[in-house]
């Protein structure tokens, strides 16, 4: 493939036009400078990485190979692209495009995020676009600046210009195309997934604003910090005004947020939860909950088919940052580092989201089990059921995405689960030589029982209670962010825990 060996990319301008205008004499300038340095640490608070930064050694975890690639068009946007790619991938394989947080490079996030394992495990091949200190001080992308953010200009057009050349490059399916990114880099990806739902299947915003937030430098803190008290629809309508005209369909979005996040604050997460339930007109009541590792509630939002079209998750107790999961296990993903924090393999789940460990040209072997169905049959139990597979010598059981049995039967039940919780299960077909085949639709069941979790009470005492927090005399739900109104002991509502750390408003429903 006509990939150029590893090197630095074209030196950018001395002085782009945000150092111009920043650099005016008198106060003017100088506050712009403090505005701009702020909105950048106030994202991801650390020490700059200049774009031309070369790679460091490969990890020998990697199968395939890490490498920059020029020449991959106009670059309006003066970024750097590189790639990575499993060995032997074949055409036809999805594409992912992660983008960084401030101050990191891409060779950061190849290195932590577990991307590359997720791409050796599930086939696909990886974008990993990068920014520098010449088109913002800490390596932000510029998710704030409407010339940078829109459809076909700046940062946002280079990125699709990488898209176009990673086609070229991997034979892409690109039905199959997806962005994810953390902080600056999540809030580049959200305003992507309006800028072209015609090039990204789905999405994956980590600690980052709702699309469109900010046009403007000025804008960046609030939207970070505070409630916008915009609605539903006027969330989604920053959407549709990034491509006019677009009937749909629409990306599937996973929104991953920490509860005690004060860089980007959780109420961030509520208004992107608001902004794509409202764009796929499915509403803001969810389809279903569950419990994940790491403290993480999966707060469901599906289609009309039944198909997950927008997720949330909640992470108790993290701050800001990509939740990994270092470790062996299929669940586990990724190493540690500065803003990349053990928690959960939030790639791992992200690529469970989007379908990629399943469906398509990579998945070898016999086709998925039909008619599976899961039936709670007793606090602690669920049994399973599914059609046999022509060829297959057992099948193999996921529960919440990690296999726990292989029988070799049609029929199988869990034991020794909690009471009250929503539990998925998936069944795939094995065949002889031991491949597992495509993994059969997710059907989610909740066992019966589990204590009663609601408090009704004013806002001074939810938040002295920690159910909530307080943000500028405003009072949030603790893991839903949802608004509750002001701190004090005259407003009261009810709030239901619907996992660890993470509660929703019940009014009337408890």
Not at 104 to 133: C, I, K, N
Not at 393 to 415: E, I, K, L, N, Q
Not at 478 to 502: C, D, E, I, K
Request: aromatic fraction near 8%.
């Amino acid at each position: 493939m006509a990939v150029s060996p590893t090197a630095a990319p074209t030196a950018p301008p001395a002085a782009p036009p945000t150092d111009r205008r920043i650099h005016r004499a008198g106060r003017a300038g100088r506050a712009a400078l403090v505005a701009l340095l702020t909105a950048a640490a106030l994202l991801l608070p650390g020490t700059s990485t200049p774009a031309s930064a070369g790679p460091a050694p490969v990890p020998t975890a990697a199968a395939g190979t890490f490498q920059q690639v020029t020449g991959f068009g106009s670059n309006p946007g003066n970024l750097a692209m590189y790639t990575y790619a499993p060995a032997g991938l074949p055409g036809g394989a999805p594409l992912v495009v992660a983008l960084h947080g401030c101050t990191q490079t891409a060779d950061d996030y190849y290195r932590h995020s577990g991307w590359p394992e997720l791409a050796d495990r599930y086939g696909f091949a990886v974008v990993f676009p990068q920014t520098g200190a010449a088109n913002n001080p800490l390596s932000c992308f510029r998710w704030f600046d409407a010339a940078q953010n829109s459809r076909g200009v700046g940062e946002a057009a280079s990125v699709l210009q990488m898209v176009t050349r990673a086609g070229a490059l991997f034979g892409t399916d690109r039905g199959r195309v997806f962005v994810t990114g953390l902080s600056a880099g999540g809030g580049m990806a959200a305003d992507l997934l309006a800028d072209y739902p015609d090039v990204f299947a789905g999405g994956a915003v980590d600690a980052g604003p709702p699309a469109h937030c900010a046009a403007a430098l000025s804008a960046a803190s609030s939207c970070q910090n505070d409630d916008q008290r915009l609605t539903p629809a006027q969330w989604a309508e920053k959407v549709r005004r990034a491509d006019p005209g677009h009937p749909g369909p629409w990306p599937r979005v996973a929104i991953w947020q920490g509860t005690t996040d004060t860089t980007v604050r959780p109420v961030n997460a509520t208004e992107l939860r608001d902004q794509w339930t409202e764009v796929w007109g499915i509403g803001q009541t969810p389809s279903g909950t569950r419990s994940l590792p790491g403290g993480t509630t999966e707060t469901r939002y599906d289609d009309a088919g039944g198909r997950p079209a927008v997720a949330l998750y909640s992470i108790a107790g993290m701050g800001h940052g990509l939740a990994v999961a270092p470790g062996p296990g299929t669940d586990r993903c990724g190493s540690t580092g500065a803003y990349f924090l053990d928690a959960i393999c939030s790639g791992y789940h992200t690529a469970l989201f989007w379908g990629l460990d399943s469906g398509g040209p990579t998945v070898p072997g016999l086709p998925a089990p039909s008619g599976l169905t899961a039936t709670a049959t007793g606090g602690d139990t669920v049994a399973l059921g599914w059609q046999p597979v022509t060829g297959a010598v057992s099948y193999r059981v996921f529960r919440d995405g990690a296999p726990v049995a292989d029988p070799t039967g049609t029929a199988w039940t869990d034991g020794g689960l909690s009471a009250g919780t929503a539990y998925a299960y998936a069944v795939a077909a094995v065949a002889a030589d031991g491949t597992t085949g495509a993994r059969s639709t997710t059907v989610t069941v909740t066992t019966p029982g589990g204590p009663a979790a609601c408090w009704t009470t004013d806002n001074y005492h939810q938040v002295a209670a920690g159910r909530a927090t307080l943000t500028g005399g405003l009072v949030y739900a603790l893991g839903s962010g949802q608004a509750m109104g002001l701190w004090n002991t005259f407003t009261v509502h009810t709030l239901r825990r619907t996992g660890p750390g993470y509660y929703v408003l019940a009014d009337g429903s408890c």
